[in-house]
Protein backbone atom coordinates (compact mmCIF):
# COMPACT_ATOMS: atom_id res chain seq x y z
CA UNK A 1 0.00 0.00 0.00
CA UNK A 2 1.43 3.30 -0.81
CA UNK A 3 1.01 6.16 1.60
CA UNK A 4 1.54 9.43 1.29
CA UNK A 5 2.58 11.31 4.37
CA UNK A 6 3.21 14.48 5.44
CA UNK A 7 3.03 17.58 8.10
CA UNK A 8 0.49 20.36 6.77
CA UNK A 9 1.78 23.40 8.09
CA UNK A 10 -0.61 25.31 5.94
CA UNK A 11 -4.19 24.93 5.61
CA UNK A 12 -6.85 27.04 3.52
CA UNK A 13 -10.20 26.95 2.84
CA UNK A 14 -11.50 29.79 0.31
CA UNK A 15 -14.62 29.78 -2.02
CA UNK A 16 -13.91 31.80 -5.60
CA UNK A 17 -16.79 32.09 -8.15
CA UNK A 18 -19.14 29.18 -6.29
CA UNK A 19 -16.17 26.86 -6.34
CA UNK A 20 -14.84 25.65 -2.14
CA UNK A 21 -11.51 24.93 -2.30
CA UNK A 22 -10.06 23.26 0.84
CA UNK A 23 -5.59 22.37 0.79
CA UNK A 24 -3.26 21.21 3.23
CA UNK A 25 0.22 22.02 1.79
CA UNK A 26 3.45 20.91 3.26
CA UNK A 27 4.95 24.25 3.18
CA UNK A 28 4.03 27.72 1.35
CA UNK A 29 7.16 26.67 -1.36
CA UNK A 30 5.43 26.33 -5.09
CA UNK A 31 6.44 22.49 -5.27
CA UNK A 32 5.78 21.20 -1.50
CA UNK A 33 3.88 18.24 -1.27
CA UNK A 34 -0.49 19.26 -1.16
CA UNK A 35 -3.38 17.55 -1.04
CA UNK A 36 -6.95 19.79 -1.63
CA UNK A 37 -10.47 19.54 -2.68
CA UNK A 38 -12.75 21.67 -4.68
CA UNK A 39 -16.21 21.53 -5.21
CA UNK A 40 -18.93 23.77 -7.55
CA UNK A 41 -21.34 24.86 -4.73
CA UNK A 42 -23.49 26.39 -7.31
CA UNK A 43 -24.63 23.03 -8.98
CA UNK A 44 -25.73 20.37 -6.55
CA UNK A 45 -25.03 17.81 -9.22
CA UNK A 46 -21.64 18.50 -9.03
CA UNK A 47 -19.17 16.04 -7.43
CA UNK A 48 -15.85 16.81 -5.66
CA UNK A 49 -12.25 16.91 -7.14
CA UNK A 50 -9.12 15.54 -5.54
CA UNK A 51 -5.84 16.08 -6.36
CA UNK A 52 -2.33 15.57 -5.22
CA UNK A 53 0.53 18.40 -6.25
CA UNK A 54 -1.28 19.04 -9.33
CA UNK A 55 -4.08 18.34 -12.14
CA UNK A 56 -1.87 15.60 -13.55
CA UNK A 57 -2.77 13.60 -9.86
CA UNK A 58 -6.08 14.43 -9.74
CA UNK A 59 -9.83 13.18 -10.29
CA UNK A 60 -13.36 13.36 -9.75
CA UNK A 61 -14.40 11.53 -7.15
CA UNK A 62 -12.29 8.93 -5.87
CA UNK A 63 -12.51 8.83 -2.17
CA UNK A 64 -13.32 5.76 -0.37
CA UNK A 65 -13.79 6.59 2.92
CA UNK A 66 -12.24 9.57 5.05
CA UNK A 67 -11.53 10.88 8.83
CA UNK A 68 -10.79 14.46 9.98
CA UNK A 69 -9.97 15.61 13.61
CA UNK A 70 -8.05 18.28 14.38
CA UNK A 71 -4.84 16.57 14.41
CA UNK A 72 -4.88 14.86 11.12
CA UNK A 73 -6.34 13.57 7.80
CA UNK A 74 -6.78 10.08 6.43
CA UNK A 75 -8.19 9.73 3.04
CA UNK A 76 -8.53 6.09 1.92
CA UNK A 77 -9.00 5.96 -1.84
CA UNK A 78 -11.18 3.88 -4.34
CA UNK A 79 -9.33 2.05 -7.22
CA UNK A 80 -9.59 4.96 -9.28
CA UNK A 81 -8.32 7.57 -6.96
CA UNK A 82 -5.25 5.35 -6.53
CA UNK A 83 -4.58 5.13 -9.83
CA UNK A 84 -4.66 8.81 -10.72
CA UNK A 85 -3.27 10.08 -7.07
CA UNK A 86 -0.33 8.00 -7.36
CA UNK A 87 -1.49 6.22 -4.30
CA UNK A 88 -3.78 4.49 -1.78
CA UNK A 89 -3.66 6.42 1.48
CA UNK A 90 -2.76 10.29 2.02
CA UNK A 91 -2.04 10.79 5.52
CA UNK A 92 -2.40 14.32 6.89
CA UNK A 93 -0.55 16.03 10.11
CA UNK A 94 -2.07 19.20 11.05
CA UNK A 95 -2.35 20.92 14.47
CA UNK A 96 -5.66 23.77 14.24
CA UNK A 97 -7.24 25.82 16.74
CA UNK A 98 -10.72 24.36 18.03
CA UNK A 99 -12.25 27.23 16.27
CA UNK A 100 -10.02 26.77 13.14
CA UNK A 101 -10.94 22.90 13.43
CA UNK A 102 -14.92 23.85 13.50
CA UNK A 103 -14.37 26.11 10.15
CA UNK A 104 -12.25 23.50 8.03
CA UNK A 105 -15.01 20.96 9.07
CA UNK A 106 -17.74 22.89 8.30
CA UNK A 107 -16.14 23.51 4.65
CA UNK A 108 -15.10 20.08 4.44
CA UNK A 109 -18.83 19.79 4.86
CA UNK A 110 -19.67 21.69 1.86
CA UNK A 111 -16.98 20.18 -0.34
CA UNK A 112 -18.78 16.44 0.44
CA UNK A 113 -22.44 17.07 0.69
CA UNK A 114 -24.09 14.47 -0.30
CA UNK A 115 -21.37 11.92 -0.47
CA UNK A 116 -21.31 10.01 3.06
CA UNK A 117 -18.15 11.03 3.63
CA UNK A 118 -18.05 13.63 6.11
CA UNK A 119 -20.80 14.20 8.61
Known amino acids: MEVI ?24 HPDAERFSLQRDTTDPGASYYCERSD ?45 RYAELRATMQRVLAGTGLIE
Request: charged share 20%; glycine share 8%.
Open 5 to 28: QFEARRVETWLEDGVQHVTWAASD
Open 55 to 99: QDQGCYGGIAQLHLTRTQLLVWLTPKGSDRLGCDLIMLHVSVSEA
